[in-house]
Each structure stands twice: as C-alpha cells, then as structure tokens.
C-alpha cells in the first residue's frame, strides 16, 4: 500500500512570510494524483490544490504552490504571505489511479501575528 | 450548489441508542463517503458508494452501517455504540472514481457517544 508522510507535526510562521509544508509518499505507481488540503477549526476539509503526476509543471493557486519532485517522491506546499486564515491542520493526499485515497499525519499551522 | 451538507453538526447518544447521520450533495458526484477522524488525525476511510455500489473498509465494525437512498444522498446509520466511536464523521463525494478529481468533504458531524 502507498503511504504518505509528512514529518513535521506542527510548524509555524510570522505573518506576511513564506512558510513550506513537506510531504513524501511512496509508490510503486506512475500516474497518480496528489493533494493539500486544509482543515480550520471550523472542521471541514478544503482542497488547497492539487497535482496530476503526470504533469512537469508545478501546480499553483493563488499564494499557494508545490514544489514536485517526482523521482525524489517529494510534493511539498508553499505557503506565501502567510495570513491568519491560513492556520489550520493541513494533510498531503495521495489518489491512486484507482482511487484509493491515503492522507498523510497532517501538520498543523500556527500563524503569528 | 457546490456543498456537501452534514445534519447533525453534533450528535450525543447513548449506547444503546440509535441514531443515523445523512449527508447529502447536489452536485451530480457518482462517488460518496465516509471517513471518521480523532483529532489531530487523518480521516479514516469506512465506505464508498460509487454508482451506487458499496465498499467497506473491512475493519469498521457491523455497529456502523451505511445507506444510499439515491445518488445525492448516504447515511450512516449507527446503533450499539461505543465510547471510542466518539470522533468526527466527515462525508465527501467527488465527481469520479479515477482521476484528478479531489473530494469535495462536508463539515462533519461531531459524536460523542456516553
């Protein structure tokens, strides 16, 4: 089965600055789909954006951008002028071609004012 | 509408009670499910529904059945509970079953089973 690890339990960031996120995973699988999303305390789920494998270019939404590193198995998120809706719970996602779904441990983002 | 819509927000039962949760979409998903989360973990996955076929995480216990009425529409009936069932219950649906599409998650239901 495919994991997905994210090795930093808790992060945080000044306000207005850069913060990244990482996320390895491993797989035996060439086409597969990555994610982020992000979890406030108001608890739902919300998809910051997303990667197809098979694409080279690095997906971007806005102030938010990943850093894919196919060989390295790294899909890492950027987070640019860090605001305070940004705090929250963030999980890396893999989607397998046939569509299992494996989350990571999830960092949890403190921003400071 | 580009919701997934959780009732109850929050639910206590007892364990002997019966309670159901619904979770409901009008987007035209042909995929929908259900995940438990403890806090500060990832989502656990308990079913699919996907064309309104059914698969089950096998490690989720008979307690927790699912149901889906129609394609906009899964419940998650729950009797005989036990306190460490007490978690979020989050659905979500997504437009297919392959592919990039990401799932589109409610805003979960808090259980506290006493």
């Known amino acids: 089965a495919q994991t997905v690890t994210q090795s930093q339990p808790e992060m945080s960031v000044q306000e207005a600055e850069t913060v990244t996120l990482s996320c390895t995973y491993d797989t035996s699988e060439s086409d597969y789909y990555l994610f982020w999303y992000k979890q406030p305390p108001s608890r739902q789920m919300i998809l910051v954006i997303r990667?197809?494998?098979?694409?080279?270019q690095n997906a971007t939404e806005n102030r938010f951008s990943v850093n894919f590193q196919k060989a390295a198995k790294s899909f890492s998120l950027k987070i640019s002028d860090s605001q305070l809706g940004d705090a929250a719970m963030y999980f890396c996602a893999y989607r397998s071609f046939g569509n299992q779904f494996y989350f990571g441990t999830g960092t949890s983002l403190t921003v400071i004012p | 509408d580009t919701e997934v819509t959780q009732t109850p927000k929050h639910l206590v039962m007892g364990m002997t009670n019966k309670k159901s949760l619904k979770c409901e979409q009008h987007?035209?998903?042909?995929?929908m499910y259900w995940y438990k989360q403890k806090a500060k973990k990832p989502p656990e996955l308990m079913f699919v529904?996907?064309?309104?076929?059914?698969?089950i995480n096998e490690s989720v216990p008979s307690r927790f059945s699912p149901e889906c009425p129609n394609s906009s529409l899964l419940n998650l009936h729950l009797h005989a509970l036990q306190p460490e069932d007490s978690a979020l219950y989050l659905c979500?649906?997504?437009?297919?079953?392959?592919?990039?599409?990401?799932?589109?998650f409610g805003s979960g239901t808090r259980l506290t089973v006493v």
């Open positions: 979500a649906s997504s437009q297919g079953t392959t592919g990039s599409y990401g799932y589109t």
């Open positions: 987007m035209g998903h042909r995929a």
């Open positions: 529904y996907s064309y309104e076929k059914l698969s």
């Open positions: 990667q197809e494998a098979y694409k080279q």
